[in-house]
Every structure is written in C-alpha cells, then in structure tokens.
C-alpha cells in the first residue's frame, strides 16, 4: 500500500485538475519559452554555418569584365585554387504577371558539366536542376515579384527590346544572394535566374564569363589570410593578362552572407532567453506561492498529527517534481516543433535552409535542469514559509490572510470613493496579494515593453532606411545597357510629361590599393554631378564633396571597420580599371553599414576622367515635377521614360524607382522586426499565462467572498465584473509600466540591430503605435485571462463556497 | 437620475398568509460515502413579522432549512414560496438579485468584503441590486450603520474593528435593501456574551419594527427571547406546542413525542370522547370547560394515575379546542413532581383524564 504522505502527493495532483493543470502550464510556458529559443538559437547558429557551407560556397568572388573557358583553366592550376567556376552574370528584364517588367539578374555557368559539385549550389526545391539550353531556374526569394511558377514560360526582355521565352523548370533556393555585397546584399536583390551557359549567345550575351568563383584548399576554408592570399594572386594573374579587376570579395566557407542578420537574431534570443527564464521563475514562484498558501490548514494538521518540518518541505518538494516533469514532457516536443516553425519561417526569409528537424540534446537539457531547479527554487520559499508557521495559525486561516489589507497602495485605495462598490472590489483586489501582483506585474511588463521596444526598433530602422533614401533621392533611376551623352540623354527625358530634372551619374567598381600594393577590398565608386541636389548624405566627419573638388572622396562609415586607421585627410588610392589614383579623403558618411559594402562618393568629372566616360553616363537620375509621388506614381512614370526612351532606340537595362529601394530594404529587414515580434509575443504568452494564473488563484482563494456576495445581491454579471475588471486593471497597470520600461529596452535592442545592421548606435525614432496595439491585445490577454476564472467564480453556488454543514 | 430607475424596496401584503410557506421539504446530499437526508419532509408557515429562532443540534438540519428560504440550498423535493411566489424556480444568478433585495442575511462569521470599508459593505448590496439612487446610498448606509451603532466607524475597513462591531455592521448591510425579511445564521455564534447582548438587541429592534426575523441559534436562551422556536431535529421539524410546553426535554424525545402526538380538533361545545389515562392531552390552542363551565384543569403529577385528574365531562369551549393526544408513558417523566393547575386564560394547558373520584 502507498505510504499516505506519498497518497496525499497524488492526491493533491488529482483532485484539483485545474490547479494542477495552471500549475504544470505555467511550467510549460516557462520551459516552452526557452526551449523554443535555446533550439532555435541552437540550429540557426548551427545550420546557417552547416548548411552554408554544404553548398559548397566560394571562398572568393572576383568581378571583371570578361574571360574565356581557357583562362578558366589556367586559373585552376593557380596555387591554393581548389575549385574555379566561370559565371556571366547580366542584368536583364522579366515580365511579371501584371504585364509590368521587372529587372532580374541571371547568372549562366557550366552548371552540370563541372565534374564537381557546383560552388554555391542552390538547392532545388521544385523542378528540376541544371537547367538546360535556354531554360531557366528561378530563385524563391523574389518569385512572387515574378509572379512565376515551376512549368511556366516566362518572358525576358534583352536590352536590345527582344524578348526570349524560356520555361520554368525548377524553383531553387540560392543561399549565395547577397555574397558579393555589391549588390545592396540579400533584402537589395531582386529576382534571379540560372541557365545554362549556351543560353548566352541566344540571350545576346557573350559566350563568357565576368564573375570568377573559387574554392581555396579545404584546409584553408575557414583561414581569412589564406584565401586573402589566393585572392592576391588570382589578382596578379588577371593583371598579368590583362583582365581587370573590379572588385573582389572573400569570404569563409561557413560564412553566410545573412549571418550578420543571424547574429542579430542570435544576440536578440540571447538577451530573452535570460529574460525569459526570469519570467517563467517569477512565473512558477507566484503559482507555488497559491499553492502554498491554499495548503497551509492542511500544513497545520499534518503537523497536529506528528509531520515535522522536514518531511512537510519534502513532500511538496516532491510534488514540485512530479509538476515539473509533467510539464517538461509536454514542453520538450511542443517547444521543438515550434522552434521548427520559427526557423523555417526566419530560414525562407534570411535564405538558408534547416538542415532537419532534429532533438538539440543541449536544449533539451537547459530545459531539464531549469524544470528541476528552477520550480524548486521557486518553490522553496514559499514552502519554507508556509512550513514555518504555528498550527495555531494555520488551522485558524490566520497566516493566509496576513497582511492582505494593509499596504500602502490599499491604504490608499480604501480612501477612493468615486466608484461604485464593485468596481472598488476590483481595484482593491488588485492591490490584495502583492507579491503575486508584483510578478505578475513583471512578467506581463516585460513582455509589454519587449513588444512595444519591437515597434519602436521597426520604426527606427523604417526611418532610418528613409534617411538613407535621401542618397536616392530621384523618383526614377534609369540605367542603359551602355554609355550614352549626358545632353542627349537629359533632352530626350525631359520630353517625357512630368520630369522635371535629369541627373547624369556615373559609378565604378573600384579596389583599394593597400600600402603594400595590393588589391584589397572593392569599393562601389558613385559619382553625382558636382551640383547634384539628389543626395543628402548623413556625414559623420569631415565635409561632403565641393564642386571645386578635385580627385576629393568621401567613405562610407564602412571603411572604418576594414581600415579603423582611416581619417579625413588621408589619400586613398584606388584602382579602377586597369588604373590606380590617389583620392583625398574629405569626409566620412554613414550609410547602411555591414548591410552594403564600401561605398564612396566622387565628383562625376573625377571619375569620368578615370574611366573615359567624360560627358557619357549609364546611369541616369529623374526627378518628377509632381514632388508627392507615390510609389504608384513613380511605376507610371518610369514606364513613361522607358516607353519614350525605347521608341528612340535607346538600349536599356533597367528602369526602377526611387521608393522602391527603401521599399525592398524594409521588407527584407522586415523579418527581423517579425522575428522580434515572434519573441515578444512569446514573452507575452508567458506573461498572459502568468496573468491568467494570478486571475484563477486568486479567485480560487476568494471564492468564499464570491459566496457573500452572491448571497447579498451579486448577479452573474456583477461578479463576472469584478474578476474581469481586476484583470484589466492589472493589464492596465502592466500596460502603464511597459510603455516605461520600452523606452530602454527600445534603446538596448535597437542598438543591438543597428550595430549589427548598420554597424553604429540607434537614434531610435519612437512610435506610439506599439503602445496602443499592446494597449488592445493587454486589454484581450486580461480579459481572456480573467473570463475563464469570471465564469467559474459565477457558477459557484453559495452553498459550495460557505461551505455550511 | 429619475426615481423610477431604482427598485423599491419590497413590501408584502400578506392579507394573513404566511410569508415564508415551505412544504414537504426534502434534502439528501450524496456523496462517495452515501446518501443522507438532512431534511425530511419539513413543512413550515412563517407569518410575517414573526421573530422566530430555529433550534436543533448541530448537524439537526437547521441551517440547510434556513439555507433552503435564502435559495443558498435547493430542496431536492418540496417547495418554498416567499411572498406568495416559488423561488425554486429561479437561476442561480436572478436568484442572488432576488435575494438582495427580499433578505437580508447575516453570518455567523460577519463575511464582510475585507477590501471594503464598513459603510461600502453596507452599500454594496445597493449597487447589486440598484436599489436607491447612487447618491442616496451612502447617507442610508450611514444612517443604517448609526441605527447599530457604528458611525464613527463607517470608513474603517472591517479588520480595523472588533468582531462584535463587525457582526453589527454585517446586520447592518443585511438592512442595506430595507428587506421585509432578516435571517440570521449563528449571528452571536462568534461573539462573546455581552457582544452577542448587543447584536440580539439589534435583532429585538428590528422584530419590534415589523421585521420577519429567522434566527438560527445554539442558545437556548436567546430562542426564548423570540417569540417562536422551530426544534429542528434529525431533519425533522418537532411540533411547537411541545417545545414551548417541555422546553426542558432532550431534543430526542421531543421528536419522538411529536411523531407520537395525535391532533384532536373539538368543534365549539363538543366533548371529549371517552379516554384512556395512557394518554395525556395537550390544549395548543382554544378552552375546554370542564363540568359546568370552565375550570382550572389539573395536571397530572407524581405516579400519575391516582393523582388528581380531569373529571367529569370536557368539551370545548365557544371557539372549539384543538388538543394533542400524546402517549402518557412518555410524557410523565417530563410533569412536574408536584400538581399545577394551569392559570385561566392561558392558552396552553395539558392534563389527563383520570377517573371519577368517589
């Protein structure tokens, strides 16, 4: 036969179902909560890196002009070259669903005929891979720009105005978008595709290639210096035979070109984490607190009949433990698919792919040792406490009423007199059991003030990514397939109906000559007109450009980091082309940081005497006469220009507009704020929990007052409001405390984002609009919290809880 | 705010019916150890103004009665009527709206609402049942809480005062709606003695005004101060008359006589049928004249059947007699050592019918 203090144990676990259920859900919850973030910050570190790696990233991108299968083949016979690949990437036009044509970039490489795997090989997720002659692959990331899907024929416009049918056949997912930071990184990118490289010639392309993929030595992988020093020498060959170089770039084998994203989804999990397990602590304590308190007769007759301290602590010790176990079995699986779903949706939105769903032995334990610790040090003090006292006290209720009616804010609140008694009920109830308010109070704020913080960094990085489109100011940015004269050019747009101004501006890829002479790394060389009014840079030192400028530069704040020694007044040299210069360096902006790569502002007369462009320019900047256009407004404009420009013959490559930069920019960065609100909502979750628990203890503990009230008068209504204003007024006062506490917390994670983003602190622009949306959903989370308690404590009868004879 | 918003406090017009009638109660609770009726089949009439005490022993089954008036407890068979009206019927929530306004209950354990203040218990039932005007409802409270003596503790909340001043405030609130019925449950059960003085004379006042008053009570002393007493014993109620006649009897056998006791309704001028000196009659209510006009009767005393008895012919007087027969064997230990002759004009007299002497 089970010893009876072992029968009361289970006892007490099953003939209260629905305070054990709240106890083993609060449990959960906490338990839940970090092992949702410890998996998932477990396989995103660990995936991103894997699973980089398993496509066989390369180690250095080298951009040029053009080289042929032959130089292709000498390069791989290049000391420390493991693997080479020739790439053509161009830059060309699809139609999408709505008739309208959007820019895609497609690469064409031997895919399939390399007799290795293929660097950076995307990983097919319909259809079928390679694709071949005058096929395509579309990339997932930007498909639905597209508007395409697997077994469709899509439509590419060349520059020459032909336009190429080619069938979908495979949907893929290329985690290598982004890598060569030259194109404004992964969120910049718009739509990709892959064919085979004899689709060239038909897309009126060269047979050939200007981008040079390489794979070091397999030791050298994770080695900076070692595939540096390959870089160099690729450097030196192409020099030697005259291919020049426009920029390179190198990375490790594991490293993603989102990582820096990754990070800041890392040092976010990092900081809830901790918060959370905070949380689900103040959680547990205020649970066994109730327990506790609602124990403390039968505490008293235990101890009548011989219990001593000892043997009382142990049995609720061991009740604690059956508790936790309970709800660590159901958070394990629960919290595992969950951190699934969260990466998936992150993985498809910060491109990389979860290598599977796997058990992370090191979460599951974090998740085992916090539910067998953290409860019972939760719940020793309560235990501690409710042991101690006299069997006096505990047999005549005394102890758990103590010192209910006596704060200062009940003090305080006796003196209001302005409501009606049962509203009176509510708020003083609220102020009856401090420390469980307190906590509660803790646990719903924090969640509160994370999800208002959550908007307050959405907003900071949506104005700051509008700051940073004052460096586009145009509403149309129009690029040619080649070189046309600036006076033509602005003459023939500025027939087009509403363009008010055209700005001819010029750009190079450029490489930073370091001291030793070599290439180091590329520079994306922009150059307005010396007048330009299409730029409003933020500096950070120093001056921007003066029209009498000659051979001046200013660096984005980017530089600092690869070059920390750099100041205005230095010369920089550059090599573009096949030429080096020197560049005074006259001032440093701030620009987006690791999400771009070094950019620099020059003159356009500097530049074009640099490359032969002088009165010649690709790139063309339009401003409307109308200056309110939306991004509607600037579509209709840019299709205007082009349908005017291609009437004339001219050649062109893209036409885009000028919100839409900011626009792709704050979608992509979007996940981030998401996933941001994924945590806080999570953090809510446990202090929603938290609150419906407080509103069920609570009422269990007055249910003999509902019973008075019931039996002078309270209808259904009159008590179900009384429970529910009690916890709104807690949400309420949750609520008041958030919107304090967000503003640090805003600040600490909108720093967190931005150095890791933008590499520098936040000037966080905040938001009201967190508030009032926490205000609506606290307001739900506490009415939804209290309405299960409400209904309850309504369909007590009086004689259930006056307990007569 | 117009008037007519508010309810009004209820007002019976009772023509003599009974304001609280309950029939044929019935309560078993069930349980994992089985069954048990606390109530058995009671049937009670309370007349308004009534100050009547409920007695029995603990576990008798007197507050699941009182329990079933308040609708805390529905009977599992019977009906009550309150007011003319079957409150059996009611949901649990228009049955707490009910009861504010038509009872005022008070505890044993005061139950006030420890995060109010004296006088927001007192208006509390007010804002439940919207009775009088919002502004209204702080100065009635305040007077109702003079009336018992604790104006000067209006604003204090309840664990500031002592239990005595908390039971007052507690009748107190119980007054809140101005209902035309009080029931109490063990309101001094918690009290000292002088304490318990104070609140039972709170309750005399209240009588005294008209109030119905159930009072459920250990005390038999102060039962006696009510002016009826229902014995609840094992569930069942004992007949007043033998209560008010014995009230020195063990509840037991106070039972056991009433399940014993025959009733006996002579009609003006009728005689009593010849009977045995095994019984003994008890008049509840009219005259007998004995012989030629009405007499002292005398009661039985010592070993009884040689004592002196009722002789000659009895009958009953212009408004008839309604008399209880009762089984003698089980009444003579309960008669006095000595004869009483009961004093004329008083109703209640009990005697037995001996034989002729001489």
């Known amino acids: 036969m089970i010893r009876p203090r072992w029968h009361k144990i289970f006892s007490d676990l099953l003939s209260h179902k629905g305070r054990s259920l709240l106890i083993i859900a609060s449990i959960a919850t906490g338990l839940f909560a970090i092992g949702m973030i410890t998996t998932s910050y477990v396989i995103l570190a660990e995936d991103i890196r894997s699973g980089y790696r398993a496509v066989n990233p390369p180690n250095i991108q080298l951009f040029t002009t053009f080289f042929d299968r032959d130089y292709l083949n000498r390069i791989r016979k290049i000391d420390g070259v493991r693997q080479a690949e020739g790439v053509w990437n161009t830059n060309l036009q699809i139609r999408n669903t709505a008739g309208e044509w959007e820019p895609i970039t497609v690469k064409a490489s031997d895919y399939g005929r390399m007799g290795a795997k293929e660097m950076g090989q995307p990983h097919v997720l319909e259809g079928i891979w390679p694709p071949d002659e005058k096929q395509i692959a579309l990339d997932i990331n930007r498909l639905s720009d597209a508007g395409a899907k697997l077994g469709d024929t899509v439509e590419i416009k060349l520059p020459s105005g032909v336009i190429r049918r080619m069938p979908v056949v495979g949907i893929v997912r290329d985690q290598t978008i982004g890598s060569s930071r030259t194109e404004g990184g992964f969120f910049l990118a718009g739509i990709q595709g892959y064919t085979n490289i004899d689709t060239l010639r038909w897309l009126g392309q060269p047979e050939g290639y200007n981008t040079l993929y390489v794979r070091v030595e397999t030791e050298d992988q994770e080695n900076k210096p070692a595939i540096r020093a390959v870089a160099d020498r690729l450097i030196d060959d192409f020099d030697k035979n005259g291919y020049p170089v426009n920029g390179f770039i190198t990375h490790l084998s594991s490293e993603h070109p989102n990582l820096p994203y990754v990070d800041a989804m890392a040092a976010v999990i990092y900081l809830l984490g901790f918060l959370v397990v905070f949380l689900s602590g103040f959680l547990i ?54 951190a699934y779903m969260l990466l998936e949706y992150i993985s498809v939105h910060i491109n990389f792919q979860v290598i599977e769903l796997r058990f992370v032995p090191a979460s599951s334990i974090l998740q085992t040792i916090v539910a067998l610790l953290v409860p019972q040090l939760a719940g020793i003090i309560p235990i501690l406490q409710g042991t101690r006292i006299s069997v006096r006290e505990a047999l005549s209720g005394a102890a758990s009423n103590q010192n209910e009616t006596t704060g200062f804010m009940y003090r305080l609140l006796a003196k209001f007199r302005g409501f009606s008694r049962p509203i009176l009920i509510s708020l003083r109830n609220t102020f009856r059991r401090r420390g469980r308010l307190a906590l509660t109070l803790i646990t719903l704020m924090l969640g509160g003030a994370t999800f208002i913080a959550t908007f307050n960094v959405r907003n900071s990085i949506s104005s700051y990514i509008d700051r940073l489109g004052r460096y586009f100011l145009a509403d149309v940015n129009l690029t040619l397939d080649r070189p046309y004269r600036l006076e033509r050019v602005a003459a023939d747009v500025m027939q087009v109906q509403g363009v008010a101004m055209v700005e001819g501006w010029n750009g190079a890829f450029a490489s930073v000559v370091t001291e030793d002479g070599k290439a180091g790394e590329t520079v994306q060389v922009v150059a307005p007109p010396k007048d330009s009014k299409l730029i409003e840079p ?139 609100l994924i945590m806080s909502l999570l953090m809510a979750s446990v202090g929603s929990i938290g609150l419906a628990g407080t509103m069920s203890l609570n009422v269990m503990e007055r249910t003999h007052e509902i019973g008075v009230m019931r039996a002078i008068g309270g209808s259904n209504r009159a008590i179900i409001t009384i429970v529910l204003v009690e916890g709104i007024a807690i949400g309420l006062i949750s609520w008041l405390l958030a919107s304090l506490v967000a503003l640090p917390i805003s600040k600490q994670l909108a720093d967190i984002m931005f150095q890791i983003i933008f590499d520098r602190s936040a000037d966080v622009v905040f938001t009201l609009s967190g508030n009032f949306i926490w205000l609506g959903i606290v307001l739900v989370l506490s009415t939804l919290a209290g309405s299960a308690p409400a209904f309850n404590a309504s369909r007590l009868t009086i004689r259930e809880v006056l307990a007569y004879e | 705010m117009p008037p007519e918003r508010y309810a009004l406090p209820v007002r019976y017009d009772s023509n003599g019916d009974p304001i609280i009638r309950m029939r044929g109660i019935t309560k078993t609770f069930r349980s994992a150890a089985g069954e048990a009726t606390v109530l058995k089949g009671v049937d009670v009439d309370i007349l308004p103004g009534q100050f009547v005490s409920v007695v029995g022993r603990s576990g008798s089954g007197k507050s699941t009665l009182v329990n079933m008036i308040t609708g805390i407890d529905r009977p599992t068979s019977g009906s009550v009527e309150i007011g ?75 664990g500031a005062v002592a239990g005595g001043q908390q039971q007052s405030a507690a009748v107190a609130r119980a007054l809140a709606n101005d209902p035309p019925i009080l029931i109490a449950d063990e309101p001094t059960g918690n009290l000292d003695s002088v304490t ?89 209510a009219g005259w007998l004249e004995v012989g030629s006009g009405p007499q002292p009767v005398v009661i039985a005393a010592g070993d009884g059947l040689d004592a002196p008895a009722v002789s000659g012919a009895v009958r009953a007087g212009d408004e008839g007699a309604k008399l209880l027969s009762l089984p003698a064997d089980l009444v003579e230990p309960l008669l006095p050592a000595e004869p009483v002759f009961a004093e004329a004009g008083r109703s209640l007299r009990w005697f037995r019918l001996g034989r002729r002497q001489g």
């Open chain 1, 538 to 676: 933020i500096l950070l030192r120093g001056r921007w450009l003066m029209p009498d400028d000659r051979n001046a530069i200013t660096l984005s704040e980017l530089f600092l980091e690869s070059y920390p020694e750099i100041d205005v007044g230095d010369t920089l040299r550059l090599k573009i082309g096949m030429d080096e210069s020197d560049w005074e360096i006259v001032g440093l902006f701030q620009f987006a940081g690791r999400s771009s790569g070094l950019f620099a502002y020059v003159n356009y007369d500097d530049l074009a005497r640099e490359t032969g462009m002088q009165g010649k320019s690709t790139s063309f900047r339009i401003v409307a006469s109308d200056t309110t256009l939306d991004l509607a407004g600037q579509k209709e404009l840019a299709s205007r220009v082009e349908a005017h420009l291609s009437s004339l013959n001219y050649k062109i490559k893209d036409v885009g507009t000028g919100l839409s930069l900011g626009d792709k920019t704050s979608q992509g960065l979007s996940v981030l704020t998401t996933f941001l």
């Open chain 1, 285 to 338: 304590t205020n649970t066994f607190s109730a327990l506790l308190n609602q124990q403390v007769e039968q505490i008293g007759v235990m101890k009548t009949v011989g219990g001593s301290r000892g043997q009382i602590v142990a049995m609720y010790m061991v009740l604690i433990l059956v508790f936790s176990l309970i709800a660590l079995a159901v958070a394990i699986p629960l919290s595992n698919k969950a």
């Open chain 2, 196 to 284: 318990a003085e104070q609140v039972m004379e709170i309750f005399e006042e209240l009588a005294a005004l008209g109030k119905t008053i159930l009072f459920v009570t250990h005390d038999r002393t102060l039962a006696l101060r009510t002016n009826r007493r229902l014995l609840i014993s094992d569930g069942e109620l004992v007949n007043e008359t033998l209560v008010a006649a014995f009230p020195d009897a063990s509840h037991s056998l106070l039972l056991r006589l009433s399940k014993g006791a025959q009733p006996l309704d002579l009609p003006p001028g009728a005689d009593l049928p010849p009977g045995s000196s095994a019984h003994i009659y008890l008049v509840e």
């Open chain 2, 84 to 158: 003319g009206q079957n409150i059996l019927h009611m949901p649990e929530s228009d049955m707490a709206v009910w009861r504010g306004r038509h009872l005022g209950i008070v505890f044993q354990f005061f139950q006030l609402l420890p995060m109010l203040t004296l006088i927001e218990n007192v208006m509390l039932p007010m804002d439940f049942c919207n009775m009088y005007p919002p502004a209204m409802r702080e100065e009635r409270a305040l007077g109702l809480l003079t009336r018992v003596g604790l104006d000067d503790f209006a604003y204090k909340l309840p």
